[in-house]
């Protein structure tokens, strides 16, 4: 048997032969879906693409509105993902830090009167803040307590932002300024999608990288054993917290933008189910896994609207089936999401990303017919 | 004022005393951190909406009907969704617990619409007054009831073999399979237990105020009650939702109903850095 006849190596050789390849694949691609990225506002705002009209059901039902905010749900499942995926850090508190980012970004905007883009730097050094204060019983407690001093955060900073709304704004909920850099106003969803979409991707490579980087590699150290990496030199509780900041700025960041782009937003946006809603994003995109965390956001993104378009396409249909589908909507959303979050965690607890990982590795792996 | 905030108090504090204790019967039994609780106990107002609005039963049928179908709701939850992930870290089994209450929140609203019902049992609604402090009859019932429910599952614990057996699993799952428990039976019926205590909450919850999903919130204070108390103690799940009931009334009566969230769990958050195995829990000794 020859060398290159011996299956393994044969198929070793194969391999590097496919990495040399990769790269001009990946570039193919990238460029690809930076053109698509780029046109797609276009054919969302004019529902033409090339010329061809294209119909609701064609575009999912999704229009300029529901990607925008998907893009900052994206940054937000980010941060959520590098607290309780990477650092191991359960919260369901969350929508606590959008909260408080929210409150500080309008108060440096409207009582200051500070520029859009210091207010963003504002709200995200309140998210710090209160990520570290929010932080301090993980010095103490672990796992299951932990989890419920997130709980007892998300209720305090509620409360917080009710009376901060009731102070200075009215019962329609906090209105925010409108959001100018220099004197190029965000005005349309065009001009916020331009905006948007650099900022998850940058969110994107900071996380990435800073998984890289020393204190990443620590922190899933701190993850996977936490006597391990203590005794490896790492202090675990200022990690911790430093975690705990990080993510919660980047949160903060999410609340602000997220109340820019809805102009109003009120103390009962910030329930418990919103940040519930991004631990169901990240579960279904992945635990721990950044991409992940887009797939978990566009997920969330789709299927409200599919289920939307459903319920068009079944309007006047006798099926009961139909008629709870076309009358309960939201409901409907709920339970197919409700549902998939726990299907996912019993049959793929790794999400949608470590799906499709294995499939890359038994497509990678599968016995070759000719090679031996 | 203060005597009625306190008697009030006391009173609503019985029914999350009875959530907070099926609460902690799930979790002593099968180390699950139930967030469903909540949802739980609004299944139970709305099995007693059913009972009453579509199927007029009579009184103790009624509650049969909803004692029932609490326990069959219990006992599929642990075979459908907790046994599979027996073993697994934290963050799964609370998030499956998660996940089933926005499935049951949804099933609610489907089956029920989104309009809160009212819940017609029978029971007494009168008040009387004594020493200047009122009392309402149906207060009254809910703390009577829950405190015998309560003194039942005492009972239940301290005398019956499924007691002994569910106290022998909760203080040790491998050393309980290891004596030929069957563990997954026990598991069932602490479910089915703590699902019926929330139903009983429900039921008294959904009579004082409207049979509607955002009772689930309320439902949720059984969490801090629990820790405040002591996760691992059952006397101590009562105490504390005794506690937070009367903490809920007093903040409510004398700074505003919106600050209630916020003296419940800020204690809640100082317990938790202080003193996290609660007021009355046993300190958990880490080794390594």
């Known amino acids: 048997m020859t060398v290159a006849q011996h299956p393994v190596i044969a198929r070793g050789a194969v391999l590097a032969a496919g990495q040399r390849s990769i790269p001009w694949l990946r570039i193919a691609l990238s460029i690809l879906a930076l053109a698509v990225l780029l046109y797609l506002p276009f054919v969302l705002q004019s529902r033409v693409l090339f010329g061809t009209r294209l119909t609701n059901m064609q575009l999912l039902n999704i229009g300029l509105a529901q990607v925008n905010l998907t893009l900052i749900a994206v940054v937000g499942a980010l941060s959520l993902n590098f607290l309780t995926g990477c650092a191991g850090l359960v919260s369901i508190g969350h929508a606590a830090f959008f909260a408080l980012g929210a409150m500080g970004a309008s108060f440096a905007g409207s009582q200051l009167g500070l520029p859009f883009l210091v207010t963003l730097i504002i709200a995200a050094l309140v998210g710090a803040l209160a990520g570290v204060l929010a932080g301090l019983p993980s010095l103490r407690v672990r796992g299951l307590y932990f989890v419920l001093s997130t709980l007892a955060v998300h209720f305090i900073a509620a409360y917080l932002f009710s009376e901060f709304q009731y102070a200075f704004h009215d019962v329609a909920g906090v209105t925010m300024p409108d959001a100018q850099i220099g004197g190029f106003e965000l005005s349309n969803g065009i001009r916020w999608y331009f905006f948007l979409l650099p900022i998850a991707f940058l969110a994107y490579v900071l996380f990435r990288n800073t998984l890289r980087f020393r204190e990443g590699r620590a922190l899933l150290a701190m993850r996977d054993n936490e006597l391990a990496a203590a005794a490896a030199g790492i202090d675990v509780r200022i990690l911790r917290l430093k975690a705990f900041a990080f993510s919660s700025a980047i949160a903060g960041i999410v609340g602000a933008l997220q109340a820019y782009y809805l102009t109003t937003v009120s103390a009962e946006f910030y329930s418990l189910n919103l940040a519930i809603q991004f631990i169901a994003m990240i579960i279904i995109g992945g635990m721990g896994s950044l991409s992940g965390s887009v797939l978990g956001a566009v997920v969330w993104l789709l299927l409200p609207a599919l289920i939307g378009g459903l319920a068009t396409e079944l309007k006047g249909s006798d099926l009961a089936l139909a008629r709870i589908i076309v009358e309960h909507k939201p409901q409907v959303v709920n339970l197919v999401f409700g549902s998939l979050v726990a299907i996912l965690l019993i049959y793929a607890p790794d999400g949608l990303a470590g799906g499709w990982r294995r499939i890359k590795a038994w497509l990678a792996n599968r016995p070759t017919g000719g090679a031996s | ?288």
């Open chain 2, 1 to 288: 004022m203060l005597a009625q905030f306190i008697v009030s108090g006391l009173a609503l504090g019985s029914i999350y005393g009875l959530v907070a204790l099926g609460f902690a019967v799930i979790y002593k039994a099968t180390e699950v951190f139930n967030f469903a609780q909540g949802i739980l106990m609004v299944v139970g107002a709305y099995l007693a909406v059913t009972a009453t609005a579509s199927l007029d039963l009579p009184l103790p049928i009624a509650v049969a009907f909803v004692l029932g179908g609490a326990a069959l709701l219990g006992i599929i939850i642990q075979l459908v969704l907790i046994r599979p992930l027996a073993g697994q870290p934290i963050l799964p089994v609370i998030m499956i617990t998660i996940a089933l209450s926005i499935v049951l929140k949804a099933l609610i609203e489907i089956i029920y619409g989104v309009t809160p019902r009212s819940v017609e049992l029978p029971l007494p609604t009168g008040g009387f007054v004594i020493g200047g402090v009122r009392l309402s009859q149906l207060h009254l019932t809910a703390a009577v009831v829950s405190w015998i429910c309560m003194g039942l599952f005492a009972l239940f614990f301290r005398f019956t073999r499924t007691g002994l057996l569910m106290r022998a699993t909760a203080d040790s799952q491998e050393a309980a399979v290891l004596s030929g428990i069957d563990v997954n039976k026990v598991n069932c019926a602490a479910w089915a237990v703590g699902s019926m205590l929330a139903a009983i909450g429900g039921i008294f919850l959904g009579k004082l105020q409207l049979a509607s999903v955002d009772l689930e919130h309320i439902g949720l204070l059984a969490l801090p009650a629990v820790v405040i108390g002591g996760l691992q103690s059952i006397p101590g799940a009562i105490l504390g939702g005794l506690l937070v009931g009367v903490i809920e009334q007093l903040s409510s009566g004398y700074i505003s109903p919106k600050s209630r969230d916020v003296f419940i769990y800020a204690p809640l958050l100082l317990i938790l850095m202080f003193r996290p195995w609660g007021l009355f829990g046993q300190r958990e000794l880490g080794r390594v």
